[in-house]
C-alpha cells in the first residue's frame, strides 16, 4: 500500500497512469463536481419560483437544462475513464446553495433586491464551477485524457456564457430597477 511518503516513481515510466496518486484525485475531484452538478439541478428551479423577474427566470431554467447536461456529461466523462459515477459531497457547492436559500429568505418578494440577491448566489456558484471545470480540464489535458479534456471544455464555456448572460442581466435592468426600489 501506497503511503503519502512512499517513493513511487511517476505513472508513465513504472505504470499505468490510472494507478498514480494524480489520476485518483483527479477522479476524486470528479465525484465532488459531480455532486456539485446534482445539488444544483434541485436548487435551480426554486431560484426560478423565486424569481421576480420574467427574464431572469427564464435563465434560470434554462440554466437548469444545461446542468442537467452538465450531469449527462460528466457521466460520458466517468464512462470513458472506466470509472463508476459516483457522486461525492461538495462542501463547497452546499455552502453555496445555502447562501441562495439564505438569500431567498432575506428578501421580499415581488422585489428586484430579490433578483440582484439571485444573480449574485448564481455567479457565485457559475464562478465556482468555473474554477472547477478549468482546473479538471487541464488535469486531463497533463494526463494525455483529451476526449475528457474535451468534454470538461464543452462544459468549461457553457458555464461561461452563463456567467456572463447573468452579468448582462444585473447590468441591463435588475440592478438600476432594484436600486430606485
Ligand atoms: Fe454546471
Ligand atoms: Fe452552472
New binding site residues.
Partial sequence: MATKTSNRKPAGLTGKMEDSEFHKFFVDELKDIYWA?KH?VKALPKMQKAATSEDLAAAFQKHTA??QT?IDTLEQVFSLLDEKAVAKKCDAMEGLLAEATSIIEDTEKGTHTRDAGLILAAQKVEHY?IATYGSLRTFAQTMGHTDVADLLQQ?LD??KATDEALTQAAESMVNEAAAAE
Fill in positions: 452538478e444544483l444545461e446542468t452538465h464551477e462544459t457553457n458555464e
